[in-house]
């Protein structure tokens, strides 16, 4: 389960979660505390979101990263909560944060 992302792109999605983890964490910490999704496309830092899931302290986002077959985006979790990260791939960037793929197919 866990291995390195697919990125496309001249800045790498670390490169581009570190300019923008401040930005991230803020919205992050603005999404509604009750459990849900949410569906509505924001920019945080240089990512696009176009999903965010939050359940149980643990925030995943759909970044729209990827591919036709494999959906990106990134999630905020403590280490012991990782198994709960809906995800074929997950790469540590910092703290808790990951960078996570899922395949589609």
């Known amino acids: 389960m866990r291995g390195p992302c697919r990125w496309h792109g001249p800045l ?3 490169g581009r979660f570190l300019l923008s983890e401040s930005a991230l964490t803020a919205y992050v910490d ?3 505390e009750k459990e849900s999704w949410t569906f509505e496309e924001r920019r945080a830092g240089l990512f696009t979101i176009t999903q965010a899931r939050r359940w149980q ?3 995943q986002l759909t970044t729209g990263d990827g591919g036709l077959l494999v959906s990106c985006g990134l999630a905020r979790a403590p280490a012991d909560r990782l198994a709960d990260v809906e995800a074929s791939e997950i790469e540590h960037l910092t703290g808790d944060w990951y960078a996570t793929c899922l395949d589609l197919d």
């Open 12 to 14: 790498t999605r670390a």
């Open 57 to 59: 302290g643990v925030v």
């Open 30 to 32: 603005a999404l509604p």
